[in-house]
């Protein structure tokens, strides 16, 4: 449900569909790809996390799509639009005759629905409503055209209007399919769920119904004829499965890349690459709950970032390839202020600063300690960490901070537990990481204030006044460079208050994969283009 975000995400009929897939000479057979993890959930109407998303990405659809290499909208659902001169009409023309997975016919009234069910009950949409508060209503003019009003001056309006994964209203408004709504999935894109085996991998089919392969921007994109996906969050796991041919393709990080893939194996089955792209770089850190007694304080949480050695972390496993973090945004951004620098290691001007702040080692046993709230409060945090991959960064943390009497635990939790406690906000600090996002930055989602109720973005709990009113003047402006302006400040705020202890930035796009897939260029202005990939 969340293509615009994403960019990134049951049929009884699936075995008689597929043997009726028409022969294409340019269509391979299958191809295997790693997702990461498992779902939370399949449904559409309470899935959060990424990995959904990119299942997601094959199944539903947007109204429009963005041009992967001009960034430009160009129809998809929608043939046709128009936005008043005010820019706060917008208009759609939906295509004739697409078909839902199940035959049934798409009309203007799903495109009402899908609109009108994230703000249902039914539906946890906390993450994603600030993007859609703005819209006033959704009217459906006629069978196939639908209108969307807004209210107000938001510089995102139109663009989440066309970036809206429109849902089948007879599938998800119909409460007696409440519970095949995690394990079906109806929607109007290029493949359909055949098979989900839990814990292993999800088998996807084309679509023989999909508008695309009629259309001239389209024909020559999706033509694998079945994908399987994986999930593995184990990077040496999946490095295995990419030897033997298990998988066909896999996003490789840094010390993947330099130090795992290297032998005649990958020289000949393998090809590894190494790319630039303007898509938004995504980014790893360290939150701390700042409704936590001890995290409460923003010197505290400065002394704490001073703790990670980043610079030795950069060469040790990051190979160089990476940018350190600086704030909310990533390094590349236009929105990222070039005043912000990345904090230094210095464990010695830490604990100055914990000192200053009431911090010492008040009983000899090595550890500070602290009253608060009448209480005597030892500095020792507890880091949730979902990936085994990640644990080696944590080590090196937590080793480094014992030596000024800071105790950190570290403990590997599985990545549903994980979500249910960030839902929670029932944890001390977690390592996750952010994607980009899109290319244009409204940190509402995550840094408003408004956010942080329910199972929310602002899991930490992020609160700053001088933040919301300038996030809130920004939403309202449609020049570019002015808004840039404001959301440097929010950048240079949330980055001086430590909410986070900021990791690293992506500099490069890697990823490996088979010398079956085909493909016409490594990478375009904004993807690297898989949907356009064949194999041999």
Known sequence: MASFFANILIVAF??????????????????????????TTLSPLSASDGYTSSIHSYIFEPLLDRDIETFEWKPALASEWEISKDKKVFEFKLREGVKWHDGKELTAEDVKFSYDVMFSDDWKAVQIRPYYESIESVQVIDKFRVRFKVKDEYFMNFDVCAGLSILPKHFYSNKENKKEFGRKLIGTGPYMLSKYDRGNKIILVQNPL?????????????????????????????????KKGDLDFQGLRPEGFVKKTVGKIWDKKIEKVKTQNKTPKGYSFIAMNLKHPIFKDREVRKAFSMLFNRPLMLSKFEYNLSEFATGPIYVQSDYSSPVVQPIDFNPDEALKILTKAGWSDSDKDGLLDKMINGKKTPFSVTILEPSPDVMKYLTIFKEDASKIGVEINIKNIEWNSFVKLLDEKNFEAVRLAWGGGGVEWDP????????IEGASSNFISYSNPEVDRLIDEARQLHDRDKRISLLRKVHEIISADYPYIWWFNSKYTLYAHSKRVKKKTDTYQYGIGQQYWMVK
């Open 14 to 39: 699936v075995l008689l569909v597929t043997s009726c897939i028409p022969k294409n000479k340019k269509s391979g057979n299958s191809i295997s790809y790693n997702i990461g993890g498992e779902p």
């Open 210 to 242: 999909w508008w695309g392969r009629n259309t001239e921007s389209e024909k020559e994109t999706n033509l694998i004829k079945k994908i399987n996906l994986r999930m593995v969050m184990e990077e040496n796991v999946f490095l295995e499965l990419l």
């Open 444 to 451: 509402k989602q995550i840094w408003h204030s408004s956010s």
